[in-house]
């Protein structure tokens, strides 16, 4: 399908049930030489932790052989957002579907304690109807401890009250960076960033505010010349953000503009806030709850034709041979999805089996919506589970059934259907 600056990325088609799966191939001397170990074991371990997140990619499995690390990928048919902005002239209405599915997802990601910070169109997939999925977390800060199992477990803890300014979000995740780097993909980076400062989930919103632009006119809210995008000039940009005014046609929406000078506000503290976004006008009266359930359809269904993809034949990259002590540095990268989105029945090549009880870690581990949308944890230990059973929880006098997961015990094998 395409290559990235560590390997290939190939889609795959099961014999039996015919579903296509995405696989990226990393090369392990590749990611050697440009010193990013540590920078795609912890990518690989936050994707694992944002499963339960709303449009974020799936990611089934993280395996290795001695010479790649391997992702196992949901396939989404669209293909990249970037794409898409070459190809079609979005509408205001489309561009508001893509960011509604944008917005709930980093909503979710900063409450499991993620900077998400590479909100950019490469990073953005489109499924067959149009729904928009976050991939790759390259670049992602966490107050995690990603030592830790790759078991979802809010981190309550970072979630810092904020009496300042209405404007303020109810909770900062602030990465002091004190190594003064910048992180991102201009001009998607918030000025704040540019300087290598200390900055929050905000930054996000800024990245969102530049996309949100881009898909409308196809150029960028500033002009920036082509040497400044190839020589990453952070210094210039910045000072090109702080002295120039945000430039709209006439002919766009007045809650459309109000909304980008919202996100792209200089000051990180007035900036947008989530709620202020879910409520702003230029969403009107969207239902939340049914577009994250995805029963709003998309307005911006993608064209399938092949086309979105770069097709290649399989002609292997050359791989050098990795030392003994070299492959100890991958050490973590592997894991196994022991989870399946709720709703849906796997087909039988995709049951997991555990062999024994305690290799099924933390017991069954589901979830359920409160009234307020926030998700939490109803943790099930496998001696408390009768064969056969169908669960469901009850909140006052609210049933709500988890349909996703069903658990048979049959002597000492864990089958998760």
């Not at 210094?235 to 046609?249: A, G, R, T, V, Y």
Request: aromatic share 12%.
């Amino acid at each position: 399908m395409g290559r990235n600056i560590y390997g290939k990325v190939y889609a795959f088609q099961h014999k039996q049930s015919r579903k296509i799966k995405v696989v990226k191939e990393l090369q392990k001397d590749i990611i050697l030489e440009k010193k990013a170990v540590d920078e795609l074991l912890k990518s690989r371990k936050l994707l694992s932790q944002l499963q339960d997140c709303c449009f974020v990619v799936r990611l089934y499995a993280a395996v290795q052989d001695p010479n790649t690390l391997q992702l196992l990928l949901d396939y989404k048919e669209g293909g990249e957002l970037a794409f898409h902005m070459k190809n079609h002239h979005f509408t205001e209405e489309e561009i508001k579907s893509i960011l509604s599915h944008l917005i709930l997802s980093l909503d979710d990601i900063h409450h499991v304690g993620v900077i998400y910070r590479e909100v950019k169109p490469e990073n953005i997939l489109l499924d067959t109807e149009g729904f928009a999925y976050f991939t790759n977390f390259y670049k992602s800060f966490t107050f995690k401890d990603l030592s830790k199992p790759d078991f979802f477990d809010p981190p309550s803890h970072i979630y810092h009250p904020d009496p300042s300014a209405k404007n303020s979000s109810s909770f900062h995740l602030i990465d002091t960076n004190p190594t003064k780097e910048v992180y991102g993909t201009i001009p998607y980076i918030a000025p704040e960033v540019l300087i290598g400062g200390p900055h929050n989930e905000k930054v996000d919103w800024w990245g969102l505010g530049v996309l949100a632009y881009t898909l409308l006119y196809k150029e960028y809210p500033w002009n920036i010349p082509e040497k400044v995008l190839k020589e990453h000039s952070y210094h210039w940009l910045h000072d090109e953000i702080l002295k120039s005014e945000i430039k709209f046609h006439q002919e766009t929406s007045k809650s459309f503009k109000d909304l980008v000078k919202g996100l792209l506000t200089l000051d990180p503290e007035k900036r947008f806030s989530i709620k202020e976004i879910k409520s702003h006008s230029f969403f009107g009266n969207y239902n939340w709850e049914l577009i994250r359930e995805k029963k709003i359809p998309p307005h911006y269904r993608p064209v399938l034709d092949g086309a979105q993809f770069t097709k290649q034949n399989h002609t292997p990259l050359p791989k050098k041979q990795i030392s003994v002590e070299d492959q100890k540095l991958f050490n973590g990268w592997d894991w196994i999805n022991p989870r399946y989105p709720k709703g849906v029945t796997p087909q039988e090549e995709d049951i997991i089996y555990f062999q024994n009880t305690q290799d099924f870690p933390m017991g069954l581990q589901l979830y359920q919506s409160d009234l307020s949308g926030r998700r939490g944890k109803v943790v099930f230990s496998l001696k408390d589970i009768p064969e056969k059973t169908l669960f469901s929880t009850e909140r006052g006098t609210t049933l709500e059934k988890i349909s996703a997961y069903m658990l048979l015990v049959d002597n000492e094998e864990v089958i998760l259907k």
